[in-house]
């Protein structure tokens, strides 16, 4: 059984950070890439940002210069560390684990930026 939990989210002024953990069930050295999606109201779920297994990352535009996403493979944690947030990144965000042609959700962390 493959699980992905989300951890961190919450509400922050604009111009805060927070750092949001996704630990898998398990190896994650299993995922091909493991990402961050997010869901704001309204609106369809998009890549905030991925890594491979290779530890090369892809980021949205609207995530360059302000959000790393990182992996600690001890811990089987993916994080996604968002600085200079704004009101425009409240959302639902969400972990994406791939295994060959499988996908894996995690159930959603709520972040909220307030101006």
């Known amino acids: 059984q493959v699980q992905l939990v989300e951890s961190g989210g919450g509400l922050v002024q604009a111009g805060g950070s927070l750092r949001l953990s996704c630990a898998a069930s398990?190896?994650?050295?299993?995922?091909?890439?493991l990402g961050w999606y997010r869901q704001a109201p309204g609106k369809q779920r998009e890549l905030v940002a991925s890594?491979?297994?290779?530890?090369?990352?892809n980021y949205a535009d609207s995530a360059k210069g302000r959000f790393t996403i990182s992996r600690d493979n001890g811990k089987n944690t993916m994080y996604l560390q968002m600085n200079s947030l704004k009101p425009e990144d409240t959302a639902d965000f969400y972990c994406?684990?791939?295994?060959?042609?499988?996908?894996?959700w995690g159930q959603g962390t709520q972040v909220t930026v307030s101006s």
């Open positions: 398990g190896s994650i050295f299993r995922f091909n890439v």
């Open positions: 994406h684990g791939k295994i060959d042609w499988q996908n894996f």
């Open positions: 890594i491979d297994r290779g530890g090369q990352t």
